[in-house]
């Protein structure tokens, strides 16, 4: 079993849905969350980060985190086309914080 | 701002040969690293460098050896290239922020996309 499990999708949802995507990990050690978002043929670049349990917003997006069960969120509101990319989650421990554990990704498009 | 920049950013081997994929930051970052991208595979750890001179395993390092002699750049070689090491490889660096909270915001490279036939 991976130690980040992201289910790889694909999702295509309209324009102004809601998009709404999870990861569930095994390690009770992690602390800092990021998701990361990786548009085609580009290297990933970093799009929110938590540090332990709760939620966070930045304009469209909201992350949250339920270190309880184990598992975050990325939701994204009034999805716009130029949200199309592919989505990782990324994990660490307080220990060893400068390895990250990824997620395979979910690959999101909004059609217009 | 360049951040982190990989070169070459295409390549094609045959398989057997060697070649050295390049990797240099100016964020002043302590670490870096070396990715692989495969599809339903996500981004695999190949090694690390914690901090100048310094380098480690990852999760996939077999067939990759890796160079960290000067802080800002970070060398990833292929000794003798398989096919199975066709990949896009990208490269990132890292600091831990000061105060109460340790941190590891990874920036990454645009990629190097490598096909070894």
């Known amino acids: 079993q991976k130690e980040v499990e992201q289910d790889p999708g694909p999702l295509s949802v309209p324009e102004g849905a809601i998009v709404s995507l999870n990861c569930t990990y095994s390690n009770s050690a992690f602390q800092y969350f990021m998701w990361y978002r990786q548009y085609s043929r580009k290297g990933p670049e970093l799009l929110m980060y938590?540090?332990?349990?709760g939620n966070k917003e930045d304009g469209r997006f909201t992350a949250q985190v339920d270190k309880s069960s184990k598992y975050i969120s990325l939701f994204i509101r009034d999805s716009q086309p130029s949200d199309s990319a592919t989505y990782l989650c990324a994990m660490t421990t307080r220990s060893n914080d400068y390895k990250l554990s990824f997620g395979a990704g979910t690959t999101v498009t909004v059609r217009a | 701002n360049a951040g982190v920049t990989q070169t070459p950013k295409f390549q094609v081997l045959k398989t057997g040969q060697s070649m050295t994929l390049q990797c240099a930051q100016d964020m002043n970052h302590n670490s870096m690293y070396w990715y692989r991208q495969d599809p339903g595979m996500g981004l695999r750890l190949i090694y690390y460098?914690?901090?100048?001179?310094?380098?480690d395993k990852g999760e996939v390092p077999d067939g990759y050896n890796v160079s960290r002699l000067k802080k800002q750049n970070f060398l990833l070689g292929l000794e003798s290239a398989a096919p199975s090491q066709t990949s896009v490889y990208f490269c990132?660096?890292?600091?831990?922020?000061?105060?109460?909270?340790?941190?590891?915001?990874?920036?990454f490279g645009a990629g190097t996309r490598l096909s070894v036939l």
């Open positions: 460098s914690a901090s100048e001179g310094t380098t």
């Open positions: 938590t540090y332990s349990s």
């Open positions: 990132a660096s890292s600091t831990r922020d000061g105060g109460g909270e340790a941190k590891n915001i990874q920036y």
